[in-house]
């Protein structure tokens, strides 16, 4: 099984531009969320998911989208990429209970 | 508001003892708390899960524990070797099942 897999790894995007982090999990969770870990900070929720077609915000969801049209996939959008944005971005899932898994994180640079 | 608290002051411990971390929460009670470890660079990964109604559980050298009186959970290393040199973490669901991370422990094992 490859678990949770987000691509890409790194990023570097000038302030205004968009993109899209990808996260796929293959273990049929239900659950799947979006966290941010600043420099020496713990992880933020941004956006999670309980199943597909249903999203939720979480702490920090100002300036990302997101969508959930399959179980399998879990896309984070930014929308118009500020030099705040700048972070590790983890995507998790798992069951309603059960352990998270994580992904292996994006490092996003906005300059 | 309902927050998830961790001692963010690095735990310094000698190798052999047992390091004692904290995980409180106020103003809400959680049916689960789970703990993970995280290295830099990397995703946490799950290490236990205990429920409410539970009061300790253990997994080799690791225990945990709920007191659901005190809104306070606590994690141990026992044995503890320079290996389990990491930051370890408390997440739970809030009343409306968002999952929120603590801020994080670090634990540092001397020889």
């Known amino acids: 099984n490859a678990g949770v897999t987000q691509t890409p790894k790194f990023q570097v995007l000038k302030t205004g531009q968009s993109m899209t982090l990808q996260c796929a999990q293959d273990m049929n969770h239900e659950y799947m969320s979006w966290y941010r870990q600043d420099p020496g900070m713990g992880l933020r929720l941004i956006h999670y998911s309980v199943g597909a077609g249903i999203t939720d915000q979480g702490e920090v969801p100002n300036g990302y989208n997101v969508s959930r049209s399959t179980t399998e996939d879990f896309p984070l959008r930014l929308l118009s990429a500020a030099p705040s944005q700048t972070s590790v971005y983890f995507c998790a899932s798992s069951t309603r209970q059960g352990g998270a898994f994580f992904g292996q994180g994006t490092r996003l640079t906005v300059v | ?111």
């Not at chain 2, 708390?33 to 539970?54: A, C, H």
């Open chain 2, 1 to 111: 508001s309902q927050k998830i608290e961790q001692n963010s002051e690095a735990l310094n411990i000698q190798e052999g003892k047992t390091a004692t971390l904290t995980c409180n929460y106020t103003n809400y009670s959680p049916a689960y708390l789970q703990w993970y470890r995280q290295d830099p660079g990397r995703g946490p990964v799950f290490l236990l899960l205990i429920r409410e109604n539970e009061k300790e559980k253990r997994k080799e050298r690791l225990k945990v524990t709920f007191d659901t009186t005190l809104k306070q959970s606590l994690f141990h290393i026992t044995a503890s070797q320079p290996a389990d040199s990491a930051t370890y973490l408390c997440l739970s669901p809030d009343s409306w099942g968002k999952l929120q991370f603590g801020a994080g422990t670090q634990v540092v094992v001397t020889p």
